[in-house]
């Protein structure tokens, strides 16, 4: 039987692989699907970098990062821009020179590495300043059975032609939650969501949640829709090594004594300000000299978020409780999860709510709302609370602290449940949308 000829659109993959800002959400989904895809003995995968504003770059840097994966993945390349072979190489060189540490395999002042610079800043300014250079965006739409967009930024049909498209879709926030977004977020949205051919493109979708959601809102019928679950990866787990867990918590400055944690970058649809009053409702009540509320969580990546570093400061007494440890690295997620007494993510809104499964595989109780995604994930293996409900956030919480055989009885639970769950089943559930896009065209 013949292999199913894929084009994977690797564009964010290879923007973001080079820089030390923090990479989550879709970049890690998208490279966990491809790794996966690549085992296939039924698929022929092919990386290009298709979307973006810059034809030329979007193809180098989606070249570089399949070049630096160690070991090699079993998945070719094609560039999508038009360019002869030689110029071809030269941006290569040039664009590898970019990268962190490339000009420094060479002496400072030796002519490989002053040509480089020369020729760097030179096709910089014909692409960039004076558009003399300007590489013409292609795509060879024959040469392949179904185009994959894994991220946002679905392309063009005039410029995918008349191949299957498979776009992958992970929440509809910006359009039926707009609040919990900047407006700059809604409009990229809109403009993404309004290329998607509900009649002829196929939709891969992170949960049922959302698979609902989104052919409420595009009517597209269910059976172009399929749902990916997510998966932990296999660092989650377990750790009950004492040290390891103490060096981390003086890392992240926690100090002795329990701990519930929550990862989330501060924005509105997290809850934090919300979670936050709860703790310190529940600091009020019992009276606990020993327990710390740990918000894990890149700042930076948050937006809007006034309300929840307001909230943190309104009380005096117990402010002191909170560690908000910023970016925590992902070597160190696993003993954080380990070492905390709960998990708690009261979201509004989860389009998944991966943190939430990564707790459970680390043998974690999770408190996690009853809304949304949530509780696909979850299942019987946490406590679900009405998430804008003080008293049951408060009483789940205590049920906790003070309850060290409930604990463990969900964290037995949530080791079962996460054990559902691989990176192998979503990267098979995506395949399943691959060859029904290729069958629909193989029937016109």
């Not at 709510?353 to 299942?379: D, H, Q, Y």
């Not at 080791?415 to 060859?435: G, L, M, N, P, V």
Request: overall charge positive; charged content about 25%; glycine content about 6%.
């Amino acid at each position: 039987m013949a292999k199913l000829k894929v084009a994977i659109d690797i564009s964010i993959l290879g923007d973001r692989f080079d820089t030390v800002d923090p990479r989550h959400g879709i970049y890690n989904v998208t490279e966990e699907v491809l790794k996966e895809i690549c085992k296939r003995q039924d698929i022929e995968l092919t990386a290009i970098g298709l979307s973006g504003e810059n034809a030329l770059a979007d193809s180098m840097k989606a070249f570089l990062y399949l070049e630096s994966q160690t070991p090699q993945l079993s998945c070719s390349f094609r560039h999508t821009f038009r360019s002869n072979r030689s110029l071809t190489n030269l941006y290569t060189t040039v664009f590898r020179s970019m990268l962190p540490g490339g000009l420094d395999r060479w002496p400072r002042h030796s002519p490989r590495y002053v040509s480089l610079r020369i020729v760097r800043g030179l096709i910089h300014r014909m692409v960039y300043q004076y558009r003399v250079l300007n590489p013409r965006r292609v795509f060879d739409a024959k040469y392949f059975d179904v185009f994959h967009c894994p991220h946002l930024t679905l392309p063009l049909k005039e410029l995918t032609g008349k191949v299957p498209r498979v776009i992958t879709i992970y929440d509809l926030i910006p359009v039926v939650k707009p609040e919990f977004v900047t407006s700059g977020q809604v409009s990229l949205f809109k403009r993404s969501l309004a290329r998607i051919d509900a009649a002829t493109d196929c939709v891969v979708c992170i949960s049922e949640f959302t698979k609902r959601e989104f052919c409420e809102y595009t009517s597209m019928s269910p059976d172009r829709c399929f749902v990916a679950p997510l998966a932990a990866g296999p660092s989650f787990r377990r750790i009950t090594d004492p040290e390891a867990i103490r060096n981390t918590r003086a890392r992240y400055g926690i100090p002795e004594g329990n701990y519930f944690l929550s990862l989330a970058a501060p924005q509105p649809r997290k809850n934090l300000a919300h979670l936050i009053r709860s703790f310190f409702r529940l600091l009020e009540e019992r009276r606990l000299s020993d327990t710390y509320l740990v918000l894990a969580g890149s700042k930076e990546q948050g937006w809007m978020s006034e309300e929840v570093f307001a909230t943190a400061a309104s009380s005096e007494r117990f402010r002191s409780r909170l560690i908000f440890t910023g970016y925590v690295h992902d070597s160190d997620l696993p003993v954080l999860y380990s070492g905390a007494v709960a998990f708690l993510f009261p979201s509004l809104y989860e389009g998944f709510g991966l943190p939430v499964l990564e707790a459970m595989a680390c043998g974690t109780a999770v408190i996690a709302s009853n809304t949304t995604s949530l509780p696909e994930v979850v299942g019987e293996a946490g406590l679900l609370i009405d998430p804008v409900d003080v008293n049951e956030l408060c009483a789940a919480m205590d049920k906790l602290l003070m309850n060290c055989e409930e604990r463990d009885r969900l964290g037995r639970l949530g080791i079962a449940r996460s054990s559902q769950f691989s990176w192998k089943r979503c990267a098979d559930e995506t395949a399943k949308a691959y060859h029904y896009a290729a069958g629909e065209k193989a029937k016109v």
